[in-house]
């Protein structure tokens, strides 16, 4: 029996889906590891108010951007994998054609929220200070797109370990730019210019990377990608793309950063920051397991369902039980590790986290489902299913928030619950 436990442990870890989740887990160890510190660094170094400034502005940001995603970034690992499987020429062409179509459109949203970035700041918050720095976030997100195109591409081509280096550099490179940025008196400005300066020197070798990578593949190049943008053949792939854009901005954008917005409107600098290091805690379980099996989820299902759709509902099993266990063992480890930590590692004044990042790490264990939930509907093309889920999950959430605050409760818990 324990021969043929080591049999079947072998033959896993040579499968490629098991492999890739190996190499994405150490990749999000060092990941989780940066944005552990950089989020104990800046705490410590900002101060509570500070951070709390940080807060608003990344969810400003996001929040304006919201206009300037239609699920290019989203959809490219899906449908691009699945053209892939299928090895059809022309889907493969008619993807990267939709991406390179929505990346222009996006850049010149980006371009007119730029420009104006200071007086959404003044009607939304009332500082213009926010806008101005949010300028900064702004060009960041523009600088994304090749990046994504990139991972995309070495994802199928079976390169994880490729992945995972540059990521885990990049992260580790902004992290040491931003701490000195910091260290010299930037203050918030100095983390922001702290991540842009990685895109910005990450841009051409990431460029000519993907190049590489297509040419092995037999891909189109980025002449060839920005030589035919203007054709047609699009229009699928985009209408599957604005839903899952729909999906992106309801559960990354409008949430947390709406319930950012509120807290601020009703509450303190004080308590947005507090909720953001508890949103940030009580998610680090789940990101060290989720997004390694996620991003091979992304790209594995959809290839399979063009090679073998047959062996789809036994694989999604396994992938479902296996992310849900791992996710609950690793959230009780941390509800029982990180309470007494917290104040010793950021310090006395953010005890206050500590009830709330137990409160919110129920919803991350639910969260982990959506590993197989978002590629099945996306294959299916029946997104709209989980972004409708999505829309009543927020118009609840507000409005249980509201009803808790108008019977005096407190706005950072009435936001958590």
Not at 225 to 250: E, H, S, Y
Not at 281 to 297: D, E, F, N, W
């Amino acid at each position: 029996m324990y021969s043929r436990m080591l049999k079947t442990a072998d033959k896993a870890r040579k499968t490629p889906f098991i492999q890739g989740v190996a190499f994405y887990q150490m990749g999000g160890i060092v990941m989780q590891a940066t944005g552990f510190v950089s989020s104990v660094l800046f705490a410590r170094i900002l101060g509570l108010r500070e951070f709390g400034v940080y807060a608003l502005i990344s969810a400003f940001v996001g929040f304006i951007s919201i206009i300037t995603a239609y699920g290019q970034d989203i959809s490219l690992p899906t449908y691009l994998a699945e053209a892939v499987g299928k090895k059809d020429r022309n889907a493969i062409s008619a993807v990267l054609r939709y991406y390179a179509q929505a990346t222009l459109l996006s850049w010149i949203v980006f371009v007119c929220l730029f420009v104006f970035a200071p007086t959404l700041a003044v009607v939304l918050h009332g500082d213009p200070l926010i806008g101005t720095y949010g300028r900064i976030a702004i060009l960041n997100s523009m600088l994304q797109p090749p990046i994504v195109l990139l991972f995309t591409a070495l994802q199928i081509e079976r390169r994880n370990g490729t992945v995972v280096l540059l990521e885990s550099g990049s992260d580790i490179i902004q992290l040491l730019i931003s701490a000195g940025l910091l260290m010299l008196g930037l203050g918030v400005r100095g983390i922001l210019v702290g991540t842009l300066s990685v895109s910005l020197l990450s841009l051409i070798p990431f460029l000519w990377l993907y190049n590489r990578s297509a040419l092995r593949q037999g891909l189109p190049g980025i002449g060839t990608i920005i030589g035919g943008m203007f054709r047609g053949g699009t229009r699928g792939v985009a209408k599957q793309g604005l839903w899952m854009a729909i999906d992106a901005n309801i559960s990354k954008n409008l949430y947390p950063n709406l319930f950012y917005l509120a807290l601020n409107a009703t509450g303190s600098l004080e308590a947005v920051g507090i909720f953001r290091i508890a949103m940030r805690l009580s998610a680090v379980p789940s990101s060290v397991i989720m997004p390694s099996i996620t991003r091979m989820t992304n790209i594995a299902i959809p290839r399979m369902a063009g090679e073998n759709p047959g062996a789809l509902y036994a694989s999604c099993k396994k992938v479902l039980v296996g992310t849900l266990g791992l996710s609950l063992l690793a959230s009780l480890g941390a509800a029982i590790v990180a309470p007494p930590l917290i104040p010793i590692v950021y310090g006395r004044e953010y005890a206050a986290v500590i009830p709330i990042f137990l409160l919110l790490l129920i919803p991350n264990i639910l969260a982990s489902t959506h590993v197989l939930t978002i590629p099945l509907l996306r294959i299916f093309r029946r997104i709209w299913m989980i972004s409708i889920t999505n829309i009543l999950g927020i118009v609840l959430g507000l409005g249980a928030f509201f009803v808790l605050l108008s019977v005096h409760m407190n706005a950072i818990w009435s936001v958590s619950i």
